[in-house]
């Protein structure tokens, strides 16, 4: 059993479309102990996964996601910009990931999308979702939000939250401590080994993200980090399996 949470981010998002039930699959099989990804919420109020607020990058539409209901979401094609031979790939709701992982004993880590629409309640449904699964052992509520961090806590203080942020945050396992979080989600270069050191010391555990170098993943490894968020779970799980972490 591996201590390192295996993230992957946005599914096997180096292989397959991200934030498509495909990208997730694969992840699982890739050996990821951990799924990435990001909610939004539609026009209708339903839960969806994808990182950007419009349809432009991965669906080749300008539309906004709070503009569209979920028929209209699912509606379109979000594979064939990644490669043609994913071509039919749909956006995902966050119950049909949860489907996935209920049997297995993945570590779901659901980014809350609320830094440019503020999209609203979307933490109360997040976590309603998330105990009609009776998973919430198994969740980490991020954001770059930390408004929705701490609603979140308010909320529901039994679930994990992790903190996402860019730059060096100075002494952040005391920031942590104030927003309730359990984890600190940093951008890979804005963690040293002596801070994972005294995070740890601190009750504070972190989770940076976007590692794929696996030089990188070593450094972090060896740091002490709790887990990794990657684009390429097989990677993380071929250097954990070598040295039997």
């Not at 946005?10 to 890739?30: D, V, W």
């Not at 026009?43 to 080749?60: F, P, S």
């Not at 979401?73 to 790939?89: L, M, N, T, V, Y």
């Not at 994972?196 to 590692?211: D, I, M, R, S």
Request: aromatic share 8%; net charge negative; glycine share 8%.
């Amino acid at each position: 059993m591996n201590d390192i949470i295996n993230f992957a981010h946005r599914g096997a998002a180096g292989h397959y479309p991200e934030n498509t039930m495909l990208s997730f699959a694969k992840a699982l099989e890739l050996g990821a102990t951990g799924i990435e990804t990001d909610v939004q919420m539609t026009r209708d109020g339903k839960l969806v996964l994808i990182h950007d607020e419009t349809l432009q990058r991965t669906a080749g539409t300008p539309e906004w996601v709070k503009d569209l209901t979920l028929a209209e979401i699912k509606e379109r094609e979000a594979g064939s910009w990644f490669h043609e031979d994913f071509a039919g790939e749909r956006i995902p709701t966050l119950e049909e990931l949860l489907d996935l992982v209920r049997s297995t004993d993945t570590i779901v880590n659901l980014e809350l999308k609320t830094g440019v629409v503020l999209y609203p309640g979307i933490e109360q449904k997040v976590l309603d979702t998330v105990r009609r699964y009776d998973l919430s052992e198994r969740i980490i509520i991020s954001s770059f939000n930390h408004y929705s961090l701490v609603e979140c806590k308010r909320l529901a203080p039994d679930i994990r939250t992790g903190i996402l942020y860019m730059e060096g945050l100075y002494e952040p396992w005391d920031y942590a401590k104030r927003v309730g979080a359990e984890a600190l989600h940093a951008y890979q270069y804005a963690l040293t080994p002596e801070l994972v050191a005294l995070a740890k010391a601190n009750g504070v555990v972190y989770h940076p993200f976007t590692v794929n170098d696996p030089k990188l993943m070593q450094a972090l490894i060896t740091a002490g980090v709790a887990g990794i968020i990657t684009d390429y779970p097989d990677r993380l799980a071929g250097l954990l399996a070598k040295q039997g972490v």
